[in-house]
């Protein structure tokens, strides 16, 4: 890639586009490219669904509030970019999760060390789920493997390892806290493959699960499952941007169509700018992307529009510690569909990480919609708050007034993995294979976590420059 200069532009400031950004300007520095980056935004800031908002001493993660470690690609960015004296594990001695089953909170078996024992009799106490369940569920123990099968729903696959009301009262609320989706229509192959893979090698996931570890290895420390950075992950945000020196970034432009001609592109922005590109990465969510191809690839297009996106807020309360009288234990709760509530769960941001909140301070965030809450969303922020302030009443006994509260609503910003999901992506790709240098990457397609984002860019962006790099070696 000698000579001319070549033009790339990545259509989304979210943590895809930006790692995808980030990967491009590294590689053109270390392999000496000339190489121009343009970066589209169509909102007034970079993020997307990453936002952290300051109150006071309050710090407020409005979308992502944690980053698992398990896959370790956001914690090795974060490194990075300089911020490992940042990064901040959640609070050891708060951990614990709670399920609202059978009209009441009760705690789930988590972090109660690392002895088999222990974790099988935390279990049996905690009665998310009747007798009658925990013998379904203990046949996991004995059931043979079964058929490897192409695709199934989560509900399907769990249902047949550990039975329907450990589904409904245990994988439901845990999919509605990462996915707000619904067992039913979600893939188990896309979601979680862990879990068949578990099936097909171990045979049993309770087993499995009883010997999975507390915590992950990440460079020379040992890190509980999920980490965060001291200001919020919004730091992020913010140091992926400083290390974009050079590129050019584009805030409140949204483009607004894509276009080919002699084997460049041409992205349209809606203040009718035209611009061309040798290669494009579209790292908008897929029913933006859909939009932008409709006539230079209808049938990607219609695709893409089969990735189903749902809606949700997120409502914060900050409290005066002495006002709750005993401060609610743990990390949280969750609530299964089949309970009825209108919240999706709660987290208890004070207890799951330091640097939230003031010492006599205490914050909390209510999580609404989706799949199953979804219809909430029509009400006003005023209202949303109301629901949240009923629930936690209700569910956590919470009847102190906040300080304040905040509500956040992320429209059409959480893909389902529906099943067939995995498929639907590799025709998506084989139908983009015939516009070489056309890219696409983003928690629509293969991973919906900030690290899978983070991975996804980042390799995209390198396959997007390979491919430059073949085509002006035939020039
Ligand atoms: C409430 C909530 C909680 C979450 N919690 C966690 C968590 O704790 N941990 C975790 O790992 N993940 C979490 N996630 C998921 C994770 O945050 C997201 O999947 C990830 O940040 C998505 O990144 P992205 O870049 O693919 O998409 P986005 O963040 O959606 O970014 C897409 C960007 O494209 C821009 N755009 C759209 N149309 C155009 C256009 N026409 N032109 C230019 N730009 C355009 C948008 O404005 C946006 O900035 C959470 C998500 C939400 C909503």
């Known amino acids: 890639m000698q000579g001319d200069r070549q033009r790339v532009a990545v259509v989304g400031g979210g943590i895809a586009g930006l790692a995808a950004a980030y990967e491009l300007r590294v590689q053109a520095r270390e392999q000496g490219l000339p190489l121009a980056v343009d970066l589209f935004e169509s909102s007034a800031r970079l993020g997307g669904a990453i936002l952290t908002e300051r109150e006071g001493d309050y710090v407020l993660d409005a979308g992502p509030d944690a980053i698992l470690t398990l896959k370790p690609w956001a914690l090795e960015f974060c490194r990075e970019l300089g911020l490992d004296d940042e990064i901040i594990p959640t609070r050891d001695e708060h951990r614990g999760v709670a399920l609202f089953s059978r009209g009441r909170l009760r705690s789930l078996p988590y972090g109660t060390g690392s002895s088999a024992v222990r974790k099988i009799k935390a279990y049996l106490g905690s009665g998310v789920v009747s007798w009658p369940a925990k013998l379904r569920m203990a046949a996991d123990l004995l059931l043979p493997r079964g058929e490897a099968r192409d695709d199934e729903s989560m509900a399907d696959f769990f249902g047949r390892r550990l039975g329907r009301e450990a589904v409904e009262r245990i994988v439901d609320p845990l999919i509605a806290g990462i996915y707000s989706g619904d067992p039913d229509r979600l893939s188990i192959y896309s979601t979680f493959p862990r879990f068949p893979q578990i099936v097909a090698k171990r045979r049993s996931i309770l087993l499995s699960l009883l ?113 709750l009288g005993t401060p609610p234990q743990g990390y949280g709760f969750l609530v299964p569909t089949c309970e009825g509530r209108r919240v999706n769960g709660a987290t208890w941001i004070t207890n799951k990480f330091n640097h939230r909140s003031p010492e006599e301070g205490f914050l909390a965030r209510c999580f609404i919609g989706g799949d199953r809450t979804g219809e909430q969303l029509d009400a006003d922020d005023e209202c949303l708050v109301d629901i949240c302030k009923d629930e936690l009443r209700e569910i956590a006994g919470i009847a102190a007034q906040p300080l304040f509260s905040r509500v956040y609503r992320w429209r059409e910003s959480g893909p389902q993995y529906d099943v067939g999901h995995a498929k639907l992506i590799t025709s998506i790709d084989e139908e983009l294979a015939s516009l070489p240098g056309l890219h696409v990457t983003g928690s629509g397609y293969r991973g919906i976590g900030i690290p899978d984002c983070v991975y996804d860019g980042r390799q995209t962006a390198r396959r997007a420059l390979e491919r430059l790099a073949v085509e002006s070696a035939r020039s």
């Open 211 to 323: 010997r999975a570890p507390q915590s992950a290895r990440s460079g020379s420390r040992t890190l509980p499952i999920f980490c965060s950075l001291r200001d919020g992950l919004g730091r992020l945000v913010e140091r992926v941007t400083d290390h974009l020196e050079g590129a050019s970034l584009h805030l409140n432009t949204p483009v607004i169509a894509v276009e080919r001609s002699r084997g460049r592109y041409a992205l349209i922005t809606s203040q009718g700018q035209r611009n061309e590109y040798s290669a494009v990465i579209l790292a908008a969510p897929t029913w933006v992307a859909a939009r932008l191809l409709e006539s230079l690839a209808p049938e990607a297009a219609r695709r893409m529009r089969r990735v189903r996106y749902v809606s949700s807020a997120t409502v914060f309360f900050a409290y005066r510690r002495s006002d």
